[in-house]
């Protein structure tokens, strides 16, 4: 298949700094090779890593990162965890966002590599799990958490299409065995539950994206309405 061409929102050069969140596996590990390509955003990339310090090879792939930084000519930081009580998905969730908030100040941007496989995945787990019409949403392509500003510039790109321009470039990133781990919901979803929806339906992940869509759609229409509702409103003293 043709490779999708990587590009950028030009409103990133509003920021001082842009940060990537870098894991170091295939997804985020294409997000900061295609940016740093990108001569107009070379100066302010900064590689953000966060070592879970969960798997036995945490530190090598802090190496491998800081590695891949260097090669690429940008700042590299990183935050090694300490001994986690509570090792939960939501939880993780929750330290790595914390940490990408002390990274941050109010002029600065952090891109996540989240693309279109990981779109329909997040519909349907907020399908099961009883979700309403901002939930059918998915995944925004630019959301606020904290004190810093998040945007996905790959949700329009498949895993397929990553996974093509990783060896065409000759990249090298991180395998995460617990990927494979089906007790982690996500991971459930996407090597077992879409795979046999797949063999039914072959066209499923365009339908979740087209209900995505529909969602957003809705959804802005509603708070449209809403504000001219609000904006009516007429208060009287005592009322």
């Excluded at 107009?40 to 530190?59: L, M, Y």
């Excluded at 321009?165 to 979803?189: C, G, H, M, P, T």
Aim: aromatic share 8%; charged share 35%.
């Amino acid at each position: 298949m043709a490779i999708k061409e990587i590009s950028f929102d030009k409103s990133l050069e509003e920021f001082e700094r842009i940060g990537v969140a870098y894991s170091g596996g295939l997804d985020s590990t294409v997000l900061l090779h295609a940016l740093s390509c990108d001569t107009t955003f070379k100066r302010k990339i900064n590689a953000i890593h966060i070592n879970h310090s969960i798997s036995p090879d945490s530190d090598k792939w802090e190496e491998l990162c800081k590695k891949n930084a260097d090669e690429l000519g940008v700042k590299f930081f990183s935050y090694k965890l300490e001994e986690l009580k509570n090792i939960s998905e939501d939880n993780l969730r929750k330290i790595r966002y914390e940490k990408f908030n002390h990274w941050a100040s109010s002029n600065d941007l952090i891109l996540t590599a989240h693309h279109k496989d990981d779109q329909v995945e997040t519909i349907i787990f907020r399908f099961i799990r009883g979700t309403g019409l901002n939930g059918l949403k998915g995944i925004p392509a630019w959301r606020k958490d904290g004190n810093s500003l998040f945007h996905r510039p790959l949700l329009d790109i498949s895993k397929e299409e990553l996974y093509e321009y990783a060896q065409k470039n000759k990249l090298e990133w991180v395998e995460d065995e617990s990927n494979k781990d089906i007790n982690i919901s996500r991971n459930f979803i996407r090597n077992n539950l879409l795979p046999e929806i797949k063999e039914k339906w072959p066209n499923i992940e365009k339908s979740i994206l087209h209900l995505s869509s529909e969602a957003t759609r809705s959804n802005k229409i509603l708070r449209s309405v809403a504000k001219e509702d609000l904006e009516r409103l007429v208060v009287k003293e005592n009322s």
